[in-house]
């Protein structure tokens, strides 16, 4: 069968526009099978149902109008009735669409600018769609593009089937590029937005520095070496920590490379940003100390409950540790993800001291002795009169010059001394009007009854209603957009987020609020409480 010059030209058109644009050509020819149907419209009426089908293969455009087949016909244009119906096709049955041929029609000058936009409109819809699902599987990878042009300070940069931008903030500080220029980011995000996909890179992202490392090193690529975490202070100093699979390859020498091309490479993209390779650990004290390199530690003391640790370094390393401006020791904690105390040994020193003497106060005040007695206690380590009460007997009458006479005289007076704390407590608890069932719930205490009841919380039913900030406190912004720390009903008596909402929890159980977590028998894991369920 011939075809047509005006047909062929069809085609021909959406191919070429399929072609430049990147997309289907099946989405093309739609889009004209809907300018066409607008068109139609135009002509037979905008109430008509109109379709238009062209054959892929020749180009040939076929108008037809779709009648549904109903009982009581509400509409001429739109709907048909069974008996007509049947009279066109003898199969028809009600709610079927009859289509009935249209004559083909030569497009006016409004009806083609119309035909035209919806085109356009479908194209770059196509276009978008294209490009959000190309890049959105591309985030977290290193890509490649020329610089087209700066503005006011944001680098727009031309992928080649897209555009992405590069923020002020994204770049490393004294970056420079013009238009024209090879650029390599880390694509970070892509987002769908009303003028089109919105595609963002960063050059100062910290797996930009990951994903640069993996290029340049065969063994982070195949897996051999992990790229456990990276900080950076972008174009000045870096730390990243680095782990190997193979005993026999290592990982920090891999990474620096044959007389330091791998890193040097990877320095050079990044205007010489100086990079520390540390050899990352499972055990925090240790990775924290190599991570402080090049400055040398003496002791670590860890607090894994708050995430904190103190480092002990020589008094002549204190300004290594810390670094220009604390930098090391602010990579160091963005590298672990601890929050880093820096000490001298002079200072520890000094505030061992202080707390020793602290202690010793406490013995001598709590238990009525005398400092020589007060100072024997702080010395074998003992930090508290509850420790002394409940501690084994033995354990005191072994400390050299006390006897097992001796050590029952203090353990009973620091066991009256426990009682008369509690009883005042306890009175200070029914004048606050705080209830006796709020003892029952566990993991509460007398000073905390006096606390909560200094609050409002007096009964079960009030402590079952808080929120674990309500009970530890928060931190946030003021309108001055200074970090401040809200207090929270039982600050000061070492109460972690953990332990409130354990006892929050419990609160709601006696309460009634909520069931108690049924005990996993042994060997099996326990039951988890509903998360749903929470302060």
């Given at each position: 069968?011939?075809?047509?010059?005006?047909?062929?030209?069809?085609?021909?058109?959406a191919?070429?526009?399929?072609?430049?644009?990147?997309?289907?050509?099946?989405?093309?020819?739609?889009?004209?099978?809907?300018?066409?149907?607008?068109?139609?419209?135009?002509?037979?009426?905008q109430?008509?149902?109109?379709?238009?089908?062209?054959?892929?293969?020749?180009?040939?455009?076929?108008?037809?109008?779709?009648?549904?087949?109903?009982?009581?016909?509400?509409?001429?244009?739109?709907?048909?009735t069974?008996?007509?119906?049947?009279?066109?096709?003898?199969?028809?049955?009600?709610?079927?669409?009859?289509?009935?041929?249209?004559?083909?029609?030569?497009?006016?000058?409004i009806?083609?600018?119309?035909?035209?936009?919806?085109?356009?409109?479908?194209?770059?819809?196509?276009e978008?769609?294209?490009?959000?699902?190309?890049?959105?599987?591309?985030?977290?990878?290193?890509?490649?593009?020329?610089?087209?042009?700066?503005?006011?300070?944001?680098?727009?940069?031309?992928?080649?089937?897209?555009?992405?931008?590069?923020?002020?903030?994204?770049?490393?500080?004294?970056?420079?590029?013009?238009?024209?220029?090879?650029v390599?980011?880390?694509?970070?995000?892509?987002?769908?937005?009303?003028?089109?996909?919105?595609?963002?890179?960063?050059?100062?992202?910290?797996?930009?520095?990951?994903?640069?490392?993996?290029?340049?090193?065969?063994?982070?690529?195949?897996?051999?070496?992990?790229?456990?975490?990276?900080?950076?202070?972008?174009?000045?100093?870096?730390?990243?920590?680095?782990?190997?699979?193979?005993?026999?390859?290592?990982p920090?020498?891999?990474?620096?490379?044959?007389?330091?091309?791998r890193?040097?490479?990877?320095?050079?993209?990044?205007?010489?940003?100086?990079?520390?390779?540390?050899?990352?650990?499972?055990?925090?004290?240790?990775?924290i100390?190599?991570?402080?390199?090049?400055?040398?530690?003496?002791?670590?003391?860890?607090?894994?409950?708050?995430?904190?640790?103190?480092?002990?370094?020589?008094?002549?390393?204190?300004?290594?540790?810390?670094?220009?401006?604390?930098?090391?020791?602010?990579?160091?904690?963005?590298?672990?993800?601890?929050?880093?105390?820096?000490?001298t040994?002079?200072?520890?020193?000094?505030?061992?001291?202080?707390?020793?003497?602290?202690?010793?106060?406490?013995?001598?005040?709590?238990?009525?002795?005398?400092?020589?007695?007060?100072?024997?206690?702080?010395?074998?380590?003992?930090?508290?009169?509850?420790?002394?009460?409940?501690?084994?007997?033995?354990?005191?009458?072994?400390?050299?010059?006390?006897?097992?006479?001796?050590?029952?005289?203090?353990?009973?007076?620091?066991?009256?001394?426990?009682?008369?704390?509690?009883?005042?407590?306890?009175?200070?608890?029914?004048?606050?009007?705080?209830?006796?069932?709020?003892?029952?719930?566990a993991?509460?205490?007398?000073?905390?009854?006096?606390?909560?009841?200094?609050?409002?919380?007096?009964?079960?039913?009030?402590?079952?209603?808080?929120?674990?900030?309500?009970?530890?406190?928060?931190?946030?912004?003021?309108?001055?957009?200074?970090?401040?720390?809200e207090?929270?009903?039982?600050?000061?008596?070492?109460?972690?987020?953990?332990?409130?909402?354990?006892?929050?929890?419990?609160?709601?159980?006696?309460?009634?609020?909520?069931?108690?977590?049924?005990?996993?028998?042994?060997?099996?894991?326990?039951?988890?409480?509903?998360?749903?369920?929470?302060?």
């Open positions: 069968m011939a075809i047509s010059a005006n047909r062929l030209e069809l085609l021909q058109i191919d070429a526009v399929a072609r430049e644009k990147s997309i289907d050509r099946q989405i093309v020819l739609q889009s004209m099978e809907e300018a066409m149907q607008k068109a139609a419209r135009s002509r037979y009426g109430e008509t149902e109109v379709r238009a089908d062209i054959n892929p293969k020749t180009g040939e455009v076929r108008y037809s109008r779709l009648m549904l087949v109903v009982e009581q016909i509400e509409s001429d244009a739109t709907q048909i069974l008996d007509q119906a049947r009279k066109k096709n003898p199969a028809a049955q009600m709610g079927d669409w009859i289509a009935e041929t249209l004559p083909p029609f030569d497009f006016g000058r009806s083609a600018q119309s035909a035209k936009q919806v085109i356009v409109q479908r194209v770059r819809e196509a978008r769609d294209r490009q959000y699902d190309e890049y959105k599987d591309r985030i977290g990878e290193i890509v490649n593009g020329s610089v087209k042009r700066v503005e006011y300070g944001n680098v727009i940069v031309d992928l080649g089937r897209g555009e992405a931008i590069i923020r002020r903030d994204e770049l490393v500080p004294r970056e420079m590029f013009r238009p024209g220029d090879r390599r980011a880390y694509l970070y995000d892509v987002r769908r937005e009303q003028r089109g996909p919105q595609i963002f890179m960063s050059r100062t992202h910290p797996q930009f520095m990951a994903k640069l490392f993996a290029q340049e090193v065969p063994e982070i690529y195949d897996g051999i070496i992990e790229v456990k975490s990276v900080a950076r202070d972008p174009g000045s100093r870096a730390k990243i920590g680095v782990i190997s699979r193979d005993s026999s390859i290592d920090v020498g891999a990474c620096v490379g044959m007389r330091g091309s890193v040097q490479a990877v320095v050079n993209e990044l205007q010489g940003e100086k990079i520390d390779i540390i050899p990352w650990s499972a055990d925090a004290a240790t990775f100390v190599n991570a402080l390199q090049p400055a040398e530690v003496v002791k670590v003391v860890l607090d894994e409950e708050s995430a904190r640790i103190e480092v002990v370094v020589p008094d002549d390393q204190l300004s290594l540790a810390i670094g220009r401006r604390g930098q090391n020791v602010r990579l160091a904690s963005q590298l672990t993800g601890w929050d880093i105390d820096i000490l040994e002079a200072e520890e020193s000094e505030r061992r001291q202080k707390e020793f003497q602290a202690r010793t106060q406490i013995f001598m005040q709590s238990l009525d002795v005398d400092e020589v007695v007060g100072q024997l206690l702080a010395s074998e380590g003992f930090r508290t009169v509850e420790e002394l009460a409940y501690v084994d007997i033995g354990e005191l009458a072994s400390i050299e010059g006390f006897d097992e006479e001796t050590a029952t005289e203090i353990q009973n007076r620091a066991r009256d001394h426990l009682n008369r704390i509690e009883t005042e407590f306890d009175e200070k608890r029914r004048a606050l009007g705080v209830a006796d069932e709020l003892r029952e719930v993991g509460v205490t007398s000073p905390m009854l006096v606390k909560l009841g200094e609050n409002g919380v007096k009964t079960v039913e009030d402590l079952a209603g808080c929120a674990t900030d309500d009970l530890c406190g928060w931190t946030g912004k003021n309108k001055a957009g200074e970090t401040v720390k207090a929270g009903y039982l600050d000061g008596l070492d109460v972690s987020r953990v332990d409130a909402e354990a006892i929050i929890m419990a609160a709601r159980v006696l309460a009634g609020w909520v069931e108690a977590a049924p005990v996993a028998p042994e060997g099996e894991e326990a039951a988890v409480a509903d998360p749903a369920v929470g302060g």
